[in-house]
Nanobody, 115 residues
Framework: QVQLVESGGGLVQPGRSLRLACAAS????????MSWYRQAPGKEREFVAS???????NYAGSMKGRFSISRDNAKATIYLQMDGLKPEDTAVYYC?????????WGQGTQVTVSS
């Protein structure tokens, strides 16, 4: 079955960096666009970034220039490099893919930006 497992979250000081990873299995990874979403406390989930099968990336406006999404098809893994983290980046970050008629979400990884 489809599995998406995020890792790499944690507590980090403002201005520092983190790299999240999402390991995928159960489908032909290289054939699908992959995305990151996040949900901050008390807020709705929001789009962060996506990467197409050709490696073309899209970002939410507030993340452009600070976040970078990449994929390694050999490892069936996507990454989210987050630089210049701000307290407002505190959220649970989810890996998402759309297969057939539904979306699949990972369990999420917590990122907390605080001094």
């Amino acid at each position: 079955q489809v599995q998406l497992v995020e890792s790499g979250g944690g507590l980090v000081q403002p201005g520092r960096s983190l790299r999240l990873a999402c390991a995928a299995s159960g489908f032909t990874f290289s054939s699908y666009t992959m995305s990151w979403y996040r949900q901050a406390p008390g807020k709705e989930r929001e789009f962060v970034a996506s990467i197409s099968i050709t490696g073309s990336a899209n970002y939410a406006g507030s993340m452009k220039g600070r976040f970078s999404i990449s994929r390694d098809n050999a490892k069936a893994t996507i990454y989210l490099q987050m630089d210049g983290l701000k307290p407002e980046d505190t959220a649970v970050y989810y890996c998402v893919t759309h297969l057939s008629v539904r979306d699949y979400w990972g369990q999420g990884t917590q990122v907390t930006v605080s001094s």
